[in-house]
């Protein structure tokens, strides 16, 4: 039963376009939600997250967006870089969690020159 | 700066061979996680830690354990080893704040033959 789920593997952009990366849930108790960056042979990075409360989250180049109705969030990406060739997660938890995240399938971008 | 330091970053052992992956967080952090990550699966959480000597399953625990004698360090133990086990392994910290972000160590790629 997946809670999370990042329904495209992969995605190709052009250098300077942008990139949108999708997210859905099933769990209505979820109230925070993130996103991390992961490059082959490492750890995951944390990017950028967004609270319930709010329905757009900006930092720089990144930007996440939450539709509570529609259990949807989107991690938008301008301009793409080729450096932000990666896969990308999305998590979620919730309050009284215990910390853990609920993660995705995760999203291989690709962004070419 | 902030750091989960993973014993290995890459590992090679024997079908029904003991196997102890080993992390250790700087922080002070209250909570450490175990998770696996796999092609189409994206991030499963095997087993966490919200204190010192307490532990509890994640969504698939079978085949694993763990032990966390000393704040600071979580071990994940394969009693086992069996080739299904061959994965990327995961281990993160966070503060017990409800809602806020995990920190990933490098990651151990273990293969079992």
């Known amino acids: 039963d997946q809670q999370v789920k990042q329904n495209s593997p992969s995605l190709s952009v052009q250098e300077g376009r942008i990139s949108i990366l999708n997210c859905d849930y099933t769990n209505s108790m979820f109230d925070y939600f993130l996103w991390y960056k992961k490059y082959p042979a490492e750890g995951p990075t944390f990017l950028i997250s967004i609270s319930s409360i709010k329905d757009k989250n900006e930092d720089g180049r990144f930007t996440v967006f939450l539709n509570k109705s529609a259990k949807h969030l989107s991690l938008h990406i301008v301009p793409s870089q080729p450096g932000d060739s990666a896969v990308y997660f999305c998590a979620a938890t919730f309050s009284g969690n215990t910390g853990k995240l609920i993660f995705g399938q995760g999203t291989t971008l690709q962004v070419k020159p | 700066d902030v750091k989960v330091t993973q014993s290995s970053r890459y590992l090679v052992k024997r079908t029904g061979e003991k196997v102890f992956l080993e992390c250790v967080q700087d922080m002070d952090h209250e909570n450490m996680f175990w998770y696996r990550q796999d092609p189409g699966l994206g991030l499963r959480l095997i087993y966490f830690s919200y204190d010192v000597k307490m532990k509890e399953k994640g969504d698939i625990p079978e085949g694993y354990s763990v032990s966390r004698e000393k704040k600071e360090r979580f071990s994940l133990i394969l009693e086992s080893a069996s080739t299904n086990q061959t994965s990327m392994y995961l281990c993160?910290?966070?503060?017990?704040?409800?809602?806020?972000?995990?920190?990933f160590g490098q990651g151990t790629r273990l293969t079992v033959v």
């Open positions: 993160a910290s966070s503060p017990p704040d409800m809602n806020t972000e995990a920190f």
